[in-house]
């Protein structure tokens, strides 16, 4: 068990629909990743929080969004969601800002149909 | 930006040893992670390599690092079937503003054959 926990672990809607992904890191750890994993794209970075502010920007999608709260725990949502987003979310946590060792969630899949 | 080029698939037989390779392109890569991915489960660190070393060894693992080629392997010893997964090279670079970036190879697909 790496410490950080992703939920829902599933998720299934439908085109044109808004999801929330919430995510909370290890205990102590202040840097929040989000990636999305594809067949075709494979594990792509898609942003980070440090401490309740953006740190680093991936490949993320206008129509995707984050945030890191007081308490750390994050959220990744999704809008206008296509086919192609169907996808398995991963969010990881480190303690510090440069991108060290990261433990990763198990992960929410998200299937858009 | 990085880029990092992995086989697909590599298939060996229980007690055998598995090489998986990985090439990157920059070379200021400080780092560089191997993770593994179970079926169903998120990515778990198995070792990493500071980019001033040339081997590392832990327990089954050997991770070579040859910065000159910009290529890095990791070699299992006694491959079980647990070890059946996908594993990732990671690269982290310096990508500017005080900020790091780790890149994600496609990742290797290891199946063990009992």
């Known amino acids: 068990d790496s410490g950080v926990t992703q939920t829902p672990k599933h998720l299934i809607t439908a085109t044109g629909q808004r999801v929330t992904l919430r995510c909370s890191p290890r205990?102590?750890?202040?840097?929040v990743y989000w990636y999305q994993q594809s067949l075709d794209q494979g594990l792509q970075f898609l942003i980070q929080?440090?401490?309740?502010?953006?740190?680093a920007k991936g490949n993320i999608l206008e129509r995707f969004s984050a945030q890191q709260f007081p308490d750390l725990h994050s959220e990744l949502n999704l809008s206008s969601l296509e086919l192609g987003d169907s996808a398995l979310y991963f969010c990881?946590?480190?303690?510090?800002?440069?991108?060290?060792?990261?433990?990763f969630g198990a992960g929410t899949r998200l299937s858009v149909l | 930006g990085e880029d990092v080029e992995q086989s697909l698939f590599l298939s060996v037989r229980e007690g055998d040893s598995s090489v998986i390779n990985c090439t990157y392109t920059?070379?200021?890569?400080?780092?560089l992670y191997w993770y593994k991915q179970e079926p169903g489960a998120g990515l778990q660190l198995l070792t990493y390599i500071f980019s001033n070393m040339d081997m590392k060894q832990d327990q089954r693992l050997t991770v070579l690092l040859n910065k000159k080629d910009k290529h890095l392997s990791l070699r299992i010893a006694d491959t079980q079937t647990g070890d059946s997964a996908i594993y990732f090279c990671?690269?982290?670079?310096?990508?500017?503003?005080?900020?790091?970036?780790?890149?994600f190879g496609k990742g290797t697909k290891l199946s063990v054959i009992p």
């Open positions: 990881a946590s480190s303690y510090g800002t440069d991108q060290n060792i990261q433990y």
């Open positions: 920059d070379s200021s890569s400080t780092y």
């Open positions: 990671v690269p982290r670079a310096y990508s500017g503003a005080g900020s790091y970036q780790l890149t």
């Open positions: 929080y440090y401490n309740g502010e953006e740190r």
């Open positions: 205990s102590g750890d202040l840097s």
